[in-house]
């Protein structure tokens, strides 16, 4: 007897349709599954064998050979155990039910619990566009499943539910769907913590608000840990199309956490200093998203920048510029968006005290040189705002007078990103940072005296191209925080004084 169970594989973040065909047939008893199975893969014949068993059902006597189409595809995971263990009762005749409609994915016990897999909206959201009417996934997995409108999806925890509900008529409901609630999970760090560092909040603040990159230098213990920590507690709130791409790629990566539907705060990735090129741009046999990609619609933070390695550094140079990382295997060539925040801090020197005012530097000139040429220009160059966090006075540590908390900044922020989106309606894109160079000069008008200004900056600091076009785009989200339609003087210089710090370490 031959039949097929619908299910769904996974490239990057794109799903394509599986078939689990099962032929039984009377031979010498085997059990074989083809079409390029992973070692997972290929667990699955233990793990069915002993959940039909264990469900009370007799396992077929007979050569099984399950073929998983298309068969030149390499398929990984334990997604597949669903779909083999219905093909294989239907091929018995042991299940009498018609499946054609409706796709089946799910990891399964030895007992016949159905476990939690990897990838399970974007796999929801493949069945639909193929015009599938339900989907049956693990209980654990409902919730993301259902975000999905226009479908019906089952949250199932025992292979005995779905074949009770098929058998006998059981009572089986299709997950609703959880609306977020507003705020579900903003982070407890808030910008009142922080004592002082006036010009820092700042330019956290028009990073924020224009989405722009950002390298923050200074002594130990000056706050830039600390200041970076809190940022996404003054970011925007996500789009729903913008929870959707996120919850997508950490849903695939295995990292959506327990028990969340979808993610509705910005992601702040951190990774160590040791990370490997690969680990931030992602790879692997089969290529699964880096922390470039995790950090998607948010934040990634990379704390003591020259003590990451050179090549791990230069992998950021493309992702930044594109909003994309393409990687190329053996098995495919995938391509994961990578639309983030680059925050960056580092010492100005390997002791960490040069240019102190008070501390004296113990590193040679050239070991600072050495130190400093770990960041290449061209990455550098790629970061919008300079900022130079200065140690914290005594004044400010002991001062009674309250600091302006995050919320009251948010609102900022959020009302400048209003303009933005509205502003770039025509043209796609939410945040100045995303402008492409063709469209700067157009959507950033300056009046006499801004043009003049930026002209002699031009001159004088020998800015490249990429730099005029960054300063214009810091400049427009200065505009907007000031709710000007036209780019003033006082926005140009703003925004110049934050390529300045690249001048005074960097040309030593």
Request: include cysteine; charged fraction near 20%; aromatic fraction near 6%.
């Amino acid at each position: 007897m031959f039949y097929s169970v619908n299910s769904m594989g996974l490239l990057g973040l794109s799903a394509y349709p599986v078939l689990a065909e099962v032929d039984l047939s009377q031979s010498m008893p085997a059990f074989e599954i083809v079409g390029l199975p992973g070692a997972a893969v290929k667990e699955s014949r233990d793990r069915v064998r002993s959940a039909i068993r264990n469900c009370g059902l007799t396992f077929p006597i007979g050569k099984i050979i399950v073929n998983l189409s298309p068969a030149d595809v390499k398929k990984d995971g334990a997604l597949y155990d669903l779909p083999i263990f219905l093909g294989i009762l239907k091929a018995a005749g042991t299940l009498d039910a018609d499946l054609a409609d409706s796709a089946f994915f799910g990891e399964l016990s030895l007992s016949g619990e159905v476990r939690r897999i990897n990838g399970a909206l974007p796999l929801v959201l493949g069945a639909k566009q193929q015009g599938l009417r339900r989907i049956f996934l693990p209980q654990a997995n409902a919730a993301e499943g259902a975000l999905v409108q226009g479908i019906e999806v089952y949250g199932i925890s025992h292979v005995s539910q779905l074949l009770n509900w098929y058998q006998k008529g059981a009572a089986l409901s299709p997950a609703a769907r959880k609306e977020p609630l507003p705020n579900e999970s903003l982070p407890h760090l808030d910008f009142a913590d922080v004592k002082g560092q006036a010009g820092a909040k700042r330019a956290l603040e028009i990073a924020a608000a224009g989405g722009h990159n950002l390298l923050m230098i200074g002594s130990p213990g000056a706050g830039k840990s600390m200041l970076a920590k809190r940022l996404p507690s003054i970011l925007p709130e996500m789009t729903f199309e913008e929870s959707i791409e996120t919850t997508k790629i950490h849903s695939v990566a295995g990292l959506l956490p327990e028990g969340a539907a979808l993610i509705t705060q910005r992601p702040f990735r951190a990774p160590h200093h040791t990370i490997s090129p690969v680990g931030l741009s992602g790879g692997g046999s089969i290529p699964r998203p880096g922390e470039i990609s995790l950090a998607h619609n948010g934040v990634l933070f990379l704390d003591e920048l020259p003590e990451f390695s050179r090549d791990a550094m230069e992998v950021l140079r493309q992702p930044i510029e594109d909003g994309q990382v393409t990687i190329s295997r053996v098995a495919g060539t995938l391509t994961y968006p990578c639309s983030i925040m680059v925050v960056a801090a580092m010492n100005p020197c390997p002791c960490g005290y040069f240019g102190h005012p008070v501390r004296e530097c113990s590193c040679s000139s050239h070991a600072v040189s050495r130190y400093l040429s770990r960041v290449s220009g061209p990455l550098l160059d790629r970061l919008d705002l300079h900022v130079e966090v200065a140690p914290v006075e005594y004044q400010n540590l002991v001062s009674t007078q309250p600091e302006e908390s995050s919320k009251s900044i948010r609102q900022r922020v959020n009302q400048a990103r209003k303009l933005q989106r509205e502003r770039y309606r025509s043209i796609g894109i939410s945040c100045n940072a995303k402008l492409p160079a063709p469209a700067v000069n157009g959507f950033c008008p300056m009046d006499e005296g801004a043009a003049a200004l930026l002209s002699r900056a031009f001159e004088t600091m020998g800015l490249s191209a990429r730099a005029y076009d960054r300063i214009l785009k810091v400049s427009r989200t200065i505009a907007d925080l000031d709710g000007a339609e036209v780019i003033c003087r006082r926005h140009i210089a703003e925004a110049v004084q934050y390529r300045s710090l690249d001048r005074k370490y960097w040309s030593r």
